[in-house]
Each structure stands twice: as C-alpha cells, then as structure tokens.
C-alpha cells in the first residue's frame, strides 16, 4: 500500500510539472498569439483530468495507508514494552 501510495504521489509531482511546464509554454505563445490551438488544450485537459484522478487516488487511498501506519506503530510500541 505504502508502495502504490509512493508511486502515486511521484506519478502526481511528475504531472504537475509537466502541467506547468506546458502552462508556462502556452503563457509564452498566448503573448505572442491570442488564441489557443486546440490540441494544445486537449492536452492541457489531459493532464488536468490525470491530475485530478491522481490527487482522487491518494485521497482515498490516504486515510487507510495512516490507519495501517498507526497499528504497525503500536505493535511496534508493544513489542518494545
């Protein structure tokens, strides 16, 4: 769990870079061009769509990894007594 957890949060840091990678190109071609090509916005709509389902993903998945990470604790604590 803690694995998916990891790999979803690298997934999620890696798309909004992305996404502002691509926000910070379009600023750059919007002062030089007013309107917007269109794959240019499906694409941005892709990654927002990918973000929002990461930030979802960890999300539901948060409260179960800290519910596990709290008894291994504890059994830790037990252990040590």
Request: glycine share 2%; aromatic share 2%; charged share 30%.
């Given at each position: 769990?803690?694995?998916?957890?990891?790999?979803?949060?690298?997934?999620?840091?890696?798309?909004?870079?992305?996404?502002?990678?691509?926000?910070?190109?379009?600023?750059?071609?919007?002062?030089e061009?007013?309107?917007?090509?269109?794959?240019?916005?499906?694409?941005?709509?892709?990654?927002?769509?990918?973000?929002?389902?990461?930030?979802?993903?960890?999300?539901?998945?948060?409260?179960?990894?800290?519910?596990?990470?709290?008894?291994?604790?504890?059994?830790?604590?037990?252990?040590a007594?």
């Amino acid at each position: 769990m803690a694995q998916t957890l990891n790999a979803l949060s690298q997934r999620l840091i890696k798309l909004e870079n992305r996404l502002e990678s691509l926000e910070l190109q379009l600023e750059r071609q919007s002062s030089e061009v007013n309107s917007m090509p269109a794959d240019e916005m499906e694409r941005l709509d892709g990654v927002d769509r990918l973000l929002t389902d990461c930030r979802d993903l960890l999300l539901s998945s948060e409260p179960q990894w800290v519910d596990q990470s709290s008894s291994v604790m504890s059994s830790e604590q037990d252990l040590a007594a």
